[in-house]
């Protein structure tokens, strides 16, 4: 017994979300759990710095980001402490994942702009949160002059740079915030800004910048290069042309070694000092890794938002897909093409309804989710006449556009707040489907879905909805940590653990037993309200489209009528 | 003093409404009402019979209406009997209003058949409620026949049969419930059911109809000979045919005597029998003529739905209004073309709201409607980029079409319930202004607009948005009781204390002094956004429609944009 326990290996994944942080430290046998622990950030509303006149603005505190890694890490070697034979030395590796593009300006020493007293009160210092949607008039600037630059920037990003994204976001300081555009020496994804601190790396002229972030976000390539060119960003504005100096490229995937713990993060945390970092990725993107994605395999983690991801060999020509939000080599399984797609609300879009719609029927008593999904679970697909388009946080996939709105059609005077709950729920699962058919239009057979984040672990009403609309089976990943388990599967490579991401997922990964089977009826239904859907999606999400909607309500009474019968 | 009193006139209208009926005592000398009393009807839910399975059914117990007469009759005369030297042989004539279309089927006795034990338990037997709208099917069919037939049938009744109107509902229940069918032997508007009980002259092939509900609902018109001819009813169906034979042609306006009352039902409420009963109209027309409606006013009747009514002096040649409700002769004013349109639910949308989509913060305390009021008064227009329709019970107004829908769009994250439910208030105001505009396209100017019904007397904030939507002053008629109070002109028409309707008005109405004015700065706003709506009710409302909406939500959030700086 004792001999097996001194053998064990464990990775450490950390893990930032939109509102916290978590580690989770993992057997690199089996993937199991043996302790993890959230840390909540602490400024702003949930973590997030906002500005009342303008919804636009989701800001962050690096402070948070670095007390939060402390804070959670020791929280779970407390906990893994309890289990029998561990010893924080077993830990073998460290791997960091974090939301994105969620840039953050540093000064030459890489040190956050927003924690140095001087820029304590300006919120440009502080970090983009990636839903921040304040440069959005940037991004269509962007999108306009990369379109017409020969070097074809767009063509691995969907044909549309977001408000979301990197460089949007810097040229929107740069016009608005030109002190602290100034003071920023480099601009640093919080993918690489973690990694960066713990290693104590932090020179933004050499720290290594992840493929996963530079290539989705930053509009990274090798078949241009690296970065945009010099002349495209100066044609931005002429400010922004050094930026690419101060970029230490190439970037490279998860896989590799980032750095080591520095002695004072160790012992702050108390682990052995030199455990191995990796690169850090995109927490969406090394959740599909924790999910167990492989080819032909779509991944889903469906949260406040929702991100798609694929991986497709690298044999062959290399697709581009109009409408994704990206296809990059090695941003999630090195060696594969990464694709990346999603939805910008959709617990959040449920989250809106039920703290401002429903009424107090539904939040006098317990659960106002549970007493909603109660009631919406009684009724048939097509029975409220109900159809709602999930834009309320804008459009990511396929049409990448943030001035886009929600959109409720149906309502009669005895529409009922379950019917529209429904209704919202039926809707994010129609763009669900329609990010999958993209993908199948462009060549990549989706074979199998498997399904995680907190949606997927618990809420079955919303997982039959998208098996029903899809009409495909739901798989849900075993783990319910998965893009912690993703960033631990790196730790366990670099770690030397394993020797492939591969091999790694193939021990640590998998599903549960429960598959959500689509209903026949269900999906019949289904069938008949997606093309009422993409009508309005495509008349509605298109600039200069010619569309006939005449029928619409016509037919959502038409099919409400038939299910009542 | 003694003498005076003695020489005092007055006269009785009695309203019925969609829920109860009102009783309305006023000096014939300046309309002050001296007393009233309201009926709620017992039978359903507020009144109204309906069906769990099917939403378009609303039917009512011709019993209530009987009832309904007798105590609110006697409440009235209670009241007046605490004025001093009020008696009832002053009661000089009694004007009837009543919904419609509101057909009942009577058997060869004139009585309704939901009265006899055999039909009790037989929906179809009772009073088709001008709500009900289980027979669009026939609508459809009937406006697709009535296109096609050279005699133009359609031509007054803006171009579309209505699910509401007559013949519509005559024909389903042809249908679909033979039995009751074939037991009735004619069927009467509740406008004609009502005099012909008080008056007893009840014989369904003798009795008086009025031009009001026949013109505007039943296809009536001289043009082609009163009602449609017998080949095009047996085109529908050979059993429609002989419901000709069974009306007393010409229809005729109300300010031409009924009958008078018989000394049954004078007994049982407490009047001298022999008074004059006035040929009965619908609430809305004599609403309208209680408002003081006359050549250039534009009368609205706000209330859970909307009538807006015109009259038009018979010179020239008549109005031909696409998509309006009907132009009649002498169906408001006798001698003058009465143009009637409408929306088929106002208040009806933000009770819906209010019962179904407004969380606890707005119902705990007080009155929902007040609270929510409060919160969306202190928001500017655009401020929520929201964007309603107005369709949750159809279109009646300019679309003619009860298959239609709410849609709300521009939803973010953030929307709230005043939000929301500002922007069904601002629907509702594009939707009138859609009215005026068509109106205004046919050639008859409207340079006053007269309000009345419960929203225009006690909602400041909604007539506050329908002055800066449509950009024009809101007046308040005087009386709170138009309908009741039109019908009382009537009444004292048919007794002689008036030689016409006009100069009847002109001492029995008015309009208060409290006038809503467009705020400038507001109306801007408004004018960028009716594009927006139009641009939705044209896309949704028509058929065949190819509509470019591709800028509707951009412009909506540039429009918020703006309004928040």
């Given at each position: 017994m004792a001999k097996q326990a001194a053998k064990k290996q464990y990775a450490l994944g950390v893990d930032y979300g939109t509102n916290s942080v978590r580690a989770l430290i993992v057997d690199v046998a089996d993937g199991r759990e043996v302790g993890t622990h959230v840390f909540n950030y602490k400024a702003g509303k949930d973590g997030i710095l906002l500005d009342p006149k303008d919804p636009n603005l989701a800001r962050q505190d690096p402070a948070d980001y670095i007390n939060g890694f402390f804070a959670s890490v020791k929280g779970a070697l407390r906990q893994a402490a309890k289990v029998r034979g561990f010893k924080p030395e077993q830990i073998v590796g460290i791997g960091v994942d974090t939301t994105g593009s969620t840039p953050i300006p540093v000064d030459r020493d890489g040190v956050a702009l927003a924690m140095k007293p001087e820029f304590k009160k300006d919120m440009a210092a502080y970090a983009w949160l990636w839903k921040d949607h304040t440069s959005h008039a940037e991004a269509a600037e962007i999108t306009e002059k990369a379109s017409r630059d020969p070097a074809g920037y767009l063509t691995k990003c969907g044909g549309t740079y977001s408000s979301e994204w990197y460089w949007s976001k810097i040229l929107h300081c740069c016009r608005t915030s030109p002190k602290v555009f100034k003071a920023a020496y480099s601009w640093i994804e919080q993918a690489d800004f973690i990694p960066a601190f713990i290693t104590g790396n932090t020179d933004p002229d050499t720290m290594p910048r992840g493929i996963c972030a530079a290539g989705h976000k930053c509009m990274y390539h090798e078949d241009w290069g690296g970065l945009p060119s010099k002349p495209f960003l100066a044609g931005l504005d002429p400010k922004m042309a050094d930026l690419r100096d101060r970029y230490a490229a190439p970037a490279i995937p998860a896989d590799q070694t980032a750095g080591h713990l520095t002695a004072a993060v160790a012992k702050k945390v108390g682990l052995p000092a030199g455990i191995p970092v990796a690169v850090g990725a995109i927490d969406a993107h090394l959740g599909a890794v924790g999910a167990g994605i492989k080819p032909g395999a779509l991944v889903k983690i469906i949260g406040t938002s929702t991100c798609d991801m694929m991986v497709v060999p690298m044999t062959g020509k290399e697709l581009d897909v109009p409408g994704l939000c990206g296809i990059v080599p090695g941003s999630i399984v090195p060696g594969m093409y990464g694709i990346e797609a999603g939805q910008p609300a959709v617990g959040d879009i449920f989250n809106w309804f039920t703290s401002h719609l429903a009424p107090a029927e539904f939040?006098?008593?317990?659960?106002v989710h549970v007493n909603l999904t109660k009631a919406a679970q009684k009724l048939s697909p097509g029975q409220s006449g109900l159809l709602a388009l999930d834009w309320n946080n804008g459009n990511r996939s396929i049409l990448v556009d943030p001035l886009l709105s929600g959109l409720l059609v149906g309502q009669t005077l005895h529409t009922t707040a379950p019917e529209v709950y429904r209704a919202l729920v039926e809707g994010t699962a129609f763009g669900a489907l329609t990010i999958i058919k993209r993908i199948e239009e462009c060549g990549a057979e989706v074979n199998e879905v498997i399904n995680c984040g907190g949606i997927a672990e618990k809420n079955a009403f919303v997982m039959q909805i998208y098996a029903d609309v899809c009409n495909r089976p739901m798989k849900i990943s075993r783990s319910a940590q998965t893009c912690a388990l993703g960033a631990a599967i790196f730790g366990a490579v670099v770690g030397g653990a394993y020797k492939t991401t591969e091999a790694a997922q193939k021990k640590m990964t998998g599903v549960k037993p429960t598959v959500y089977r689509p209903n026949k009826a269900a999906a019949k239904i289904y069938a008949d309200l997606y093309p009422l859907y993409r009508a309005l999606h495509d008349a509605f999400g298109t600039a200069n489209a010619q569309a006939k909607l005449g029928h619409v309500m016509k037919e959502l009474i038409a099919i409400r009528e038939k299910t009542r019968k």
């Open positions: 939040t006098a008593k317990g659960d």
